[in-house]
């Protein structure tokens, strides 16, 4: 569209010769919605193009049009003066644009040297990944960003806030000529701020084209050369950063002037609601102390990671307290969990929006009444009307803006999500309420709306701690503010004292005055950091050994052999070892294809109807032609398993039918096949050339065959899943399946062509069947499906998927195999298996429960 704001002329189909990327005229439609209208703009190099606008206003649907996420429905993106087609993000990567998205599309089951390269690993030959290369190359990249990590790390351990930083040396990795940040200081502290603006600069003076997206004012006109103002999909203006105020900005982004951001209102604080005294967590924060009263903003100052949300987490019963006192109302208290401080009054609006406060794929109405749905209960069931007489007031306050309540949340802008998440803790009427960067990623007016909001609790005599990395939030809300620095207290200020500069002065112990004392103490803490980690590096080595699955799936067969052995030594005999490992072998080969699916977070529960179908495919080709190849007969049966793993895949992914649903039917149209081709005929080892026999139960060098066939097929898989770029594109699906489509992973094809290879291998393995057990009939393999699956779950192959690896598959199909002979061997009832398969099951996924568990409260200690 043309505006008078803009500066500039729109209404050209052309974009500007010296444009390294823009829109011209671009239009996006969700349905009857319509995102984008006629918007266009260039992205020059060796400038920031800053992109503002509501939540809603359409930023993010320019980012995804640049990135190749979507494509518009009228008009262009342009690379280089001129409009592209078939856009995609490879081939946006391919053009050079990179992108940081809002909600990083990283994969924490990877290291953080692969969230950095997937998508655009270096290779080596034949196709290979060049591990030393991408080591080096992101130890360079960590260090221009400023990030103090180990390049092997899993991505999982690290904060949030680190967690960006990886995101963005991973645009900085493709050498981009077109480089677009949307929102990428929202998790970031002061200091790493300052880091990325520094990148920022050093890639202006490389003329770098940029566009940055983001809600913090102060951030962009720092950074800003020209602006770009959104309203309701359409742009308003395009103005030089230098010719456009604040107050006009924010005109433009809503059609009105905003009479202030931060409400002016007069306190009157009442009794003391909360008081802490000395309150500590080991590795987190110490010696902490302060009170609240009613009708009081007390604001807890800080860098991120200073202990403030570590302090949040304690009040509310999150975690536990190593010292200190607690008291609400003159009362001592202890909150052993969340309902405890729930039931106390206490009311806690995580940072974590997404991971933490939300159900995403949840309706509005769920979310906001949560914490509060036993109260719109009835005999058991829930009462809308009542539900929404719970939460309907809050959201009305809040203005938020819906369609229906029934409409999932993850549709609604970032605002509009977080005023739901305060709605619904609104709905518990607490007495003291914690807001966690309770403003994080919202627009202009939704702060104002949030501010007002909180301003009119305390008025109503609300006690309130509000944590925020916005110094003016901080310094406008708050009657008191308490500042952090590294798990301190290094400051208390009350309204009437307090500006941003003495906030920043404590938070960084800037113009401290006693430098000397400061640089022995930081000294000292440094010694003893150094000193724990060399202690922690001697026994590293053992602690990682001993937390490998591997090393307990070992150590799980040894607990059963030992005492069977006693009972009967039968089970360390040659004859049995070689019996279990026979069996082992054909478990193996389709365990490891059952982990191709479940890693790309999907399940073949079709598996054993499969192998059964297959078998007897085979089984019936080499009976009728008995003088044919044994290929033959193995080619019969590959095919067949490749149909069947087509048919599932192409129904999950072209028919997005979730995968549990597709092969509990296709497990029994499969044997239902199976059934009708036999027609209760069996055919036998009599019926069958004795070479087809043969080929499992030869011996090479004393090994029988099918051991080492097994022993192939999963070096084979091994090696492609660890060293080949496909194989980690697998891992990346399944560990967000979002984000590796924002980085052009062919997640569609990936996904079938799994499903297809995990039906070759189960149709291979079923031709191995017919071979080893030589008597095959509908029957084969008949309830096998929950063998395979316990043994890749047993083998660490996570079911939420991206975790997994070959070695712990065939040792959890073996420690399976080893329990069902020792209790066979001890005449335990056959009947037990089952029952005793299920239990070991829960154990595995329990003791990853457990793992996930201290492995997250270890990336908070941090």
Not at 67 to 73: I, K, L, Q, S, T
Request: hydrophobic fraction near 50%.
């Amino acid at each position: 569209m043309k505006n008078s704001l803009a500066g500039e002329d729109f209404g050209a189909a052309i974009a500007s010769p010296a444009a390294a990327a823009g829109l011209v005229n671009a239009s996006k439609r969700f349905g009857g919605t319509i995102a984008l209208a006629d918007a266009s703009f260039d992205l020059l190099p060796g400038e920031v193009l800053a992109l503002l606008g509501e939540n809603g206003a359409g930023k993010s649907t320019c980012v995804k049009l640049l990135a190749g996420v979507y494509r518009p429905d009228e008009g262009a993106v342009t690379i280089d003066g001129r409009p592209v087609e078939h856009w995609s993000p490879l081939e946006a990567q391919r053009r050079g644009i990179a992108v940081m998205h809002q909600h990083p599309g990283l994969f924490g089951d990877l290291t953080v040297f692969e969230n950095i390269f997937v998508g655009h690993m270096p290779r080596q030959s034949l196709g290979r990944i060049d591990y030393e290369r991408m080591r080096e190359e992101a130890r360079s990249l960590l260090d221009v960003v400023g990030l103090k990590c180990a390049p092997e790390d899993a991505l999982k351990e690290l904060r949030t806030s680190e967690q960006q930083l990886v995101e963005i040396a991973r645009a900085l990795s493709v050498n981009a000529k077109v480089l677009i940040m949307d929102e990428p200081t929202a998790a970031l502290s002061q200091r790493e701020v300052e880091r990325l603006f520094a990148v920022v600069a050093d890639l202006k003076a490389r003329q770098v084209a940029m566009m940055f997206v983001g809600h913090r004012m102060e951030e962009i006109y720092r950074i800003a050369d020209r602006i770009a103002v959104l309203r309701d999909g359409h742009l308003i203006g395009v103005k030089r950063a230098a010719e456009l105020d604040r107050d006009q900005a924010v005109q433009m982004m809503i059609g009105r002037p905003l009479k202030a951001i931060y409400p002016q209102w007069e306190s009157r604080p009442g009794q003391e609601v909360l008081c802490v005294s000395g309150l500590s967590r080991e590795g987190a924060f110490e010696d902490v102390s302060f009170n609240v009263r009613a009708g009081e903003i007390l604001g807890l100052g800080g860098l991120v990671g200073s202990g403030r949300t570590e302090i949040a987490r304690v009040l509310f019963g999150i975690d536990q307290p190593t010292a200190g006192r607690i008291e609400m109302a003159g009362k001592t208290v202890s909150f052993a969990d969340p309902p405890a401080a729930m039931a106390a009054g206490i009311a806690y609006v995580s940072e974590d929006r997404l991971g933490q406060s939300l159900v995403m794929d949840f309706p509005i109405l769920d979310n906001a009444s949560l914490p509060v749905i036993e109260k719109a209960t009835m005999a058991g069931l829930v009462m809308r009307r009542q539900e929404l007489a719970l939460v309907e007031p809050h959201l009305t306050r809040l203005k938020l803006k819906f369609r229906s309540f029934d409409q999932p949340v993850k549709t609604l802008s970032g605002g509009n999500q977080q005023k739901v998440v305060l709605s619904k803790w609104l709905a518990t009427r607490p007495r003291l309420l914690i807001l966690d960067e309770p403003t994080q990623g919202i627009d202009v007016e939704s702060k104002s709306e949030v501010h007002a909001m909180i301003a009119e609790l305390a008025q109503q005599g609300l006690a309130i701690i509000l944590i925020s990395s916005e110094l003016p939030e901080l310094v406008s809300m708050c009657d008191r503010i308490v500042v952090l620095r590294e798990g301190r207290m290094a400051g208390a200020f009350s309204r009437g004292e307090v500006d941003q500069e003495k906030v920043i002065r404590a938070a960084t112990d800037a113009g401290g005055a006693d430098k000397d004392a400061v640089a022995q103490a930081r000294a000292a803490q440094t010694q003893r950091e150094e000193a724990a980690k060399a202690g922690e590096a001697s026994g590293s080595w053992l602690k990682s050994l001993l937390r490998r699955r591997e090393v307990g799936l070992v150590g799980a067969m040894v607990a059963v052999v030992l005492p069977v052995m006693f009972l009967n030594p039968r089970m360390i005999s040659p004859e049995n070892l070689t019996a279990i490992a026979m069996d082992a072998a054909l478990l193996m080969i389709v365990a490891v294809a059952q982990m191709l699916v479940l890693l790309t977070r999907n399940i073949d529960l079709s598996v054993a109807s499969v192998i059964g179908l297959s078998a007897y495919g085979a089984a019936s080709f080499m009976h009728a032609h008995p003088d044919s190849s044994v290929l033959l007969g193995i080619a019969t049966s590959c095919a067949i398993g490749l149909a069947c793993g087509a048919l599932n895949g192409a129904v999950v992914t072209l028919g997005r039918v979730p995968a549990i649903v597709v092969t509990l039917g296709t497990l029994s149209v499969f044997r239902g096949l199976n059934s009708l081709w036999a027609g209760g005929r069996q055919i036998s080892a009599d019926q069958v050339p004795q070479s087809w026999l043969d080929m499992t139960s030869a011996r090479i060098a004393g090994i029988p065959a099918v051991i080492l066939i097994a022993l192939a097929c999963l070096v084979v898989i091994g090696l492609i899943l660890k060293h080949w770029p496909l194989g980690r594109e697998l891992y990346a699906i399944g560990s967000n399946p979002d984000g590796a489509a924002l980085i052009g992973i062919r997640r569609t094809a990936l996904v079938l062509g799994a499903f297809m290879l995990a039906g070759l291998l189960a149709g291979f393995d079923g031709a191995l069947w017919a071979s080893r057990y030589a008597t095959i009939d509908a029957r084969v393999a008949l309830g096998f499906e929950l063998t395979v699956i316990a043994s890749v779950v047993v083998g660490g192959v996570a079911i939420r998927g991206g975790a997994g690896t070959v070695l712990g598959v065939a040792l959890g199909a073996l420690t399976l195999l080893v329990i069902q002979n020792g209790l066979t061997l001890v005449r335990v009832d056959p009947l037990w298996l089952q029952g005793v398969y299920g239990l070991v099951i829960l154990l595995a996924i329990g003791v990853d429960t457990v793992i996930g568990r201290r492995t997250h409260q270890g990336r908070r200690a941090r």
